[in-house]
């Protein structure tokens, strides 16, 4: 497999798994944590998918294009283990779907931010929320559940909150 090949794999597991969720939490109340906006590439999926829906954007710095740079109230700047916990304290309500695209090319600071959002991003979601992740994340409070037709195990790592 080709790196091209690798990443395309990637972009289509991301999708297949972010269209599987939208369609899974349709009925769910609650809002969407984008965690990693990045370029906005799979924020853009999701409000298309969940029109209507709040979608809290995270990330450090806003780097997204300018046609997907979510609304001001929506968007929360900052490292993400300051951010993240100080949501309750906003009044946002415990999250349906939680997506959490962080991995960049240094594997043990990813590796390291993984485990900070296996610890804390339970709490974050309502029982029975989703959790999407370009990361395995390792938590007692988190059932790994099968990815969608298509999908390699690998490729992509879907959550229920129990
Ligand atoms: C792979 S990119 C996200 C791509 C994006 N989901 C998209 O589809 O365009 C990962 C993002 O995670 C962000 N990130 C990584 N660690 C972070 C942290 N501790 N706090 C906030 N953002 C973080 C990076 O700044 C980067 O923009």
Known sequence: MTRLDSVIERLQAQRACLDWAASRIAAVDGPVLEIGLGNGRSYDHLRARLPGRRILAF?????????????????????????????????????????????????????????????????????????????????????????????ARARYHLYRRR
């Open 59 to 151: 990330d450090r710095a806003l780097a997204a294009h300018p046609d997907c740079v979510p609304p001001g109230d929506c968007l929360v700047l900052g490292d993400f283990r300051d951010t993240l916990p100080a949501l309750a304290a906003r009044g946002v309500a415990p999250a349906a779907l939680a997506h959490s695209d962080i991995g960049s090319g240094e594997a043990k600071e990813t590796a390291e931010r993984a485990a900070w959002l296996a610890a804390h991003l339970p709490a974050l979601l309502r029982p029975g929320g989703i959790v999407l992740s370009d990361q395995s994340l390792d938590s007692p409070e988190l059932a790994a559940l099968a990815p969608p037709p298509g999908v």
